[in-house]
DNA sequence: GACCTGCTGCGGTATG
């Protein structure tokens, strides 16, 4: 190590950890890898310590700080991260830690450290045109966008070392491929520029926390080729100690059995936040966050502007406010979502809750991480259940934590729609000379991503590039690239047809899609965020809603606008909600529970939680049974609804979303029935107006993993979710125009535009790639198949216990209520709530259980009981399968 | 006896 970093260092009281030194030595042997940390362990350190040194010994090697490696100016570093606002700390950071090993300045040329993000004004891209800096942190977007620029590729060229931040963020999603195609285009530059003319092939470390599949978070990062076989794995030597502590509710008894908003822990949550100078509350979702924020100013009005909201619905200036209070010191607490895993450098706050499920082990330790984010420290976390079976939830993740049962990120391959956008940048780049196609097929096959593409493949993706693939021939507007035959070697290269046409992919690059919202502002102007237009289509000019943690009365919409005024004296408002996906419970957490659930099962109730949730477990097991691994445990109930089954596989949300359309699609193939369904975390009920009685063998058939894949695209309207998931895909291949930023854009029409290009599409070029991607994309993302598939196969090896059961148990409850709020989710909350009530006092007090069995095991019911219970017309009509999104 | 939810992230242009 050089001697002013360790002189630093010294002055510091630092002792760099072992794992940062491994990574600089192998920085300086010129390898590449992945360094696999906890937040708050120094990883960042890791990776730029190494590049201090090698730039230092080059100064000492008598080299200019400035460019001039191999005789060429450009950018030697890169840094990539996956947020602007882990941007601007890094380059905080890496600038004053270039002062320290006096790298500062040199002959009047300083060492250029810059950004270049989508904040990063015209002036300084311009610049940075010019005048490349030598480390440069940006975006995958943005360095997408440089890649569309042929002066930029040339100083990209003089790139000898990448590191890649929070590169667990990216993998896993298509920002993660169109980052292993940026990578490998800059992996082709450098090998002809200065970078290989050096000598040193350019290097990529990914910066990642803890996942679960650390080989194929290297081989995404890396491609094939050389760079990966001599690929480093540093895990981070850094104890980090992690406490999770649980609020029991004080009344278990009166617990609620479902629910997710927990408001019921109002007290004690406030007596935390109280005991703490600073406390960071996450909450599952927006409008759970905005109901916090107003619950805890409500109940202690002195903490009015000591308290703040941050979510992604609200304004970035707004949200900025807030984190540069919270870097200040002067918030006692933050109600937030996600939008404060990570992204704001935060000095360490206190403490850290959690209220409801984290969903997934990760997720949990990441928050936790936000406390204590120093090495050495104890990063803390206090859980608060919503719900009674959340305590056995936050139990299993604590153990799986202590077992590093870490969730893994699975890196996508062959997203066609961002290869479609990645051509396109890439003939951008090109200029006048030209882009060749075989030299960029071989250079995409490098990548994970496409490393198993067809020339058939990546032909038609050139061809859809090209002029819009067969359909879209006829239409100027996707006529893009044009053929430019060279005249003397006979080559055919590439060129974009027109400069405009340059300027609108520019606009379009990136691979984040959402659903356009409606801006909410005051009279005045000023923008407090964006809400989701069907919500606002709900409300008249005069209604009260609360959004940014205030109650505003909706003035009038006007152009794509929500204007609104503070309104003053009303108790209640509506609490705007969001289309968003729902977050299943994660194999690893799921995996967890039910190793929880088996213990408790023999009679271990060792942790605090268990003990707090023993007496509704034993009341599932003295109704029915627990569900726990090898035992897949089936209720039937018959209620004055009709005959209910609840499945318990405890594969997550999704899969059971998929598995109760699969089985009611089978049984109703055996007999006719219909059925009502409800799918959460933990299993699935059907509600048939008609018994439908099913031994275990029959259930075995219903829920065996043969025909899985056509049975599903006989009950899921495949079409239609994979018409609804081609927006994105249209997106980012580029069909859609992309509005110009700032102007909004109704939900309605974009919709209808990528709407349209499906029907084309699936009418005029049915072997269009991008409608079986959208198919494919429907079956992994939304129906997760995969682990659907497994969770059938497993069924297939366990013992199935069906209990008829005498009313709702503890775990059927959640499914029960889920059911009826999804049905009657346009009446009324106090409608619904008698109604519900009514329900259950039927649903637990009047039908006797072995009249039940008895009737299933003779195989009929007597007619009278059979129009006795449709007699009171609560008929139930079909649940169409369905996804609440858009 | 019990019920009011639904994440995050990015991106364009520019002369004198």
């Not at 390898?31 to 090698?54: D, F, N, P, R």
């Not at 002067?330 to 404060?340: N, P, Q």
């Not at 936790?368 to 859980?383: D, E, F, L, N, W």
């Amino acid at each position: 190590m050089i001697d002013a970093l360790r002189r630093e260092f010294a002055r510091r009281g630092w002792e760099p950890f072992a794992f940062q030194k491994a990574t600089w030595d192998a920085y300086g042997r010129g390898e590449s890898g992945l360094v696999q940390a906890q937040t708050g362990t120094g990883k960042t350190l890791a990776a730029w310590g190494g590049m201090l040194i090698e730039e230092c010994g080059r100064r000492e090697a008598g080299e200019g700080v400035r460019g001039k490696a191999g005789g060429k100016t450009g950018i030697r570093y890169l840094w990539l991260t996956p947020m602007r606002a882990l941007a601007g700390d890094t380059h905080k950071s890496l600038v004053e830690a270039a002062g320290w090993v006096g790298l500062g300045a040199e002959g009047g040329e300083a060492f250029g450290i810059e950004l270049r993000t989508g904040d990063t004004s015209s002036a300084m891209k311009v610049r940075q045109r010019d005048k490349p800096p030598a480390v440069l942190i940006t975006t995958p977007e943005s360095l997408s966008v440089m890649l569309s620029y042929p002066v930029m590729r040339e100083h990209l060229a003089a790139v000898r070392g990448v590191v890649v931040d929070e590169w667990h963020e990216l993998l896993g999603t298509k920002r993660g491929v169109q980052t292993e195609l940026c990578l490998a285009a800059v992996r082709g530059l450098a090998a002809g520029g200065a970078g290989g003319a050096d000598g040193a092939a350019m290097r990529v470390w990914g910066l990642s926390a803890t996942v679960g599949n650390t080989g194929q978070a290297l081989d995404a990062l890396l491609g094939s080729g050389p760079q990966r076989e001599r690929a480093r794995l540093v895990t981070s030597d850094v104890g980090k100690e992690y406490r999770f502590e649980v609020l029991i509710p004080e009344a278990i008894e009166r617990f609620p059995w479902a629910g997710h908003l927990g408001i019921r822990m109002l007290e004690p949550v406030l007596a935390r936040i109280e005991s703490a100078a600073s406390t960071l509350v996450f909450t599952n979702t927006r409008s759970q966050s905005e109901i916090w924020f107003q619950s805890i100013l409500r109940a202690r009005p002195d903490l009015i502007g000591q308290v703040a909201i941050h979510h992604g619905s609200l304004d970035r200036d707004v949200r900025t406010r807030v984190e540069e209070m919270v870097k200040g010191g002067k918030l006692r607490a933050v109600v937030c979502t996600s939008s404060l895993d990570l992204g704001v450098d935060f000095p360490p706050v206190d403490q850290v809750i959690q209220i409801g499920s984290p969903k997934g082990v990760a997720r949990l330790v990441q928050r936790a991480g936000r406390s204590g984010h120093q090495p050495g420290r104890v990063s803390s976390i206090v859980c608060v259940p919503t719900n009674a079976l959340e305590l056995v939830e936050f139990a299993a993740a604590r153990d799986a934590v202590m077992s590093r049962e870490i969730e893994t990120r699975e890196a996508l391959t062959m997203s066609l729609d961002v290869l479609c956008q990645h051509i396109l940048t890439t003939a951008c780049g090109s200029g006048p000379e030209g882009m060749s196609a075989e030299a960029l097929r071989d250079e995409v096959r490098t990548t994970h991503a496409f490393a198993g593409m067809s020339d058939e493949q990546f032909g038609w993706a050139m061809d859809f590039a090209r002029q819009g693939g067969q359909a879209l021939t006829a239409y100027g507007r996707f006529a893009r690239l044009v053929e430019r035959v060279d005249e003397q070697t006979g080559e055919v290269r590439y060129v974009v047809a027109n400069q405009p046409l340059v300027k609108l992919h520019r606009l379009g690059i990136g691979t984040i899609t959402s659903d356009p919202a409606m801006k909410v502002t005051t009279r005045g102007g000023a923008v407090l965020g964006t809400i989701e237009e069907g919500f606002i289509a709900k409300l008249s000019p005069g209604d009260v809603f609360v959004f940014s943690g205030r109650r505003l009365r909706l003035v009038k919409v006007h152009q794509m606008t929500a204007i609104t005024e503070p309104a003053l004296n009303v108790k209640s408002g509506m609490v705007p909600a969001w289309a968003g996906t729902r977050m299943p419970l994660s194999h690893e957490l799921a995996e967890a529970v039910k190793v929880k659930l088996a213990a408790a099962d023999g009679g271990d109730f060792a942790s605090a939680e268990m003990a707090a949730v023993r007496p509704l477990l034993e009341l599932q097991q003295a109704w029915s049974a627990l569900p726990k691994p090898g035992t897949l445990v089936i209720e039937r109930l018959r209620s004055r609804e009709g005959y209910h089954a609840f499945v318990y596989p405890l594969a997550g949300r999704l899969v059971h979303e998929g598995l109760v359309a699969l089985a009611a699609y089978r049984i109703a193939a055996r007999s006719p029935h219909t059925f009502s369904m409800s799918a959460s975390d933990y299993g699935f009920e059907l509600l048939s107006q008609t018994p439908f009685d099913l031994d275990a063998g029959a259930w075995r058939e219903v829920l065996a993993a043969e025909r899985l894949t056509e049975d599903l695209l006989g009950c899921v309207n495949q079409a239609e979710l994979a018409r609804r998931q081609f927006r994105e895909i249209a997106r980012i291949a580029g069909l859609i125009v992309p509005s110009y930023p700032g102007q909004a854009r109704s939900a309605r029409s974009l919709q209808a535009s990528s709407e349209l290009f499906f029907d084309v599409f699936s009418e005029f070029d049915p072997q269009n790639m991008l409608l079986g991607q959208a198919r494919r994309e429907v079956m992994e993302r939304q129906l997760e198949f995969g682990r659907m598939k497994r969770a059938l196969e497993a069924i297939g090896r366990m013992e199935i216990v069906i209990k008829a059961v005498p009313k709702l148990t503890p775990f059927a409850f959640p499914l029960w209520v889920d059911r009826l709020r999804s049905q009657l989710s346009s009446e009324k909350v106090e409608d619904r709530i008698a109604r519900m009530i009514g329900h259950l006092e039927d649903a637990a007090g009047t039908v006797a259980e072995p009249e039940f069995a008895d009737l299933q095991d003779a195989g009929e019911l007597p007619s009278k009981a059979r129009r006795g219970r449709r007699a009171d017309g609560k008929t139930k009509a079909k649940v169409p399968w369905r996804r609440p999104r858009l």
